[in-house]
């Protein structure tokens, strides 16, 4: 699974980010995890204030 920020921080304090997970560990929870841990650790260690996810389905 790789993880990127698409943008950094704008004015407002908003991020975009977005990920890529292979289709042999889709389906497992993986990307759920990540999340949840990447926008904790986002809202509890940075000054971000709002993110944002794309979606591409393959």
């Known amino acids: 699974m790789v993880l990127w ?3 950094p921080p704008d004015q ?3 991020v975009e980010i977005g990920y890529d997970i292979i289709p042999e560990y889709q389906g497992r929870g993986y990307a759920t ?3 949840k841990a990447f926008i ?3 809202f509890e260690e940075t000054p971000i204030l ?3 996810c794309g979606m591409s389905l393959k």
């Open 40 to 42: 904790r650790w986002t």
């Open 33 to 35: 995890e990540m999340a």
């Open 12 to 14: 407002q304090g908003n």
């Open 50 to 52: 709002r993110g944002y």
């Open 5 to 7: 920020v698409l943008s």
